[in-house]
Nanobody, 118 residues
């Protein structure tokens, strides 16, 4: 069973930067998509932040375009989310997600808290 381990959350001031990492416990050889989602508070839906396919196609939420960049290191089975120009409204628990359509596989990470506050 594949597991995802996230790291990199924390407290940052508005305008600052953070980089989140998500590592898979196994190498994924099949076509897949890895991405980041966030939940901004209790009772709120988890929303897409950014996704990146194994073929290199990226997709971003409008709210983060131009500020966040998703990338992946396939050799190390890791996906990253570089977050710049952070705003208080980016405060959320960020979750990593892996989907492998050919195997009907969906895995979520445990979440990492990002707090943007002065």
């Amino acid at each position: 069973q594949v597991q995802l381990v996230e790291s990199g959350g924390g407290l940052v001031q508005p305008g600052g930067s953070l980089r989140l990492s998500c590592a898979t416990s196994k190498t994924i050889f099949s076509i897949n998509t890895m991405g980041w989602y966030r939940r901004q508070g209790p009772g709120k839906e988890r929303e897409l932040v950014a996704t990146l396919t194994s073929g290199g196609t990226a997709n971003y939420a409008d709210s983060v375009k131009g500020r966040f960049t998703i990338s992946r290191d396939n050799a190390n089975n890791t996906v990253y989310l570089q977050m710049n120009s952070l705003k208080p409204e980016d405060t959320a628990v960020y979750y990593c997600r892996l989907t492998v359509p050919s195997k009907f596989l969906e895995v979520w990470g445990q979440g990492t808290l990002v707090t943007v506050s002065s």
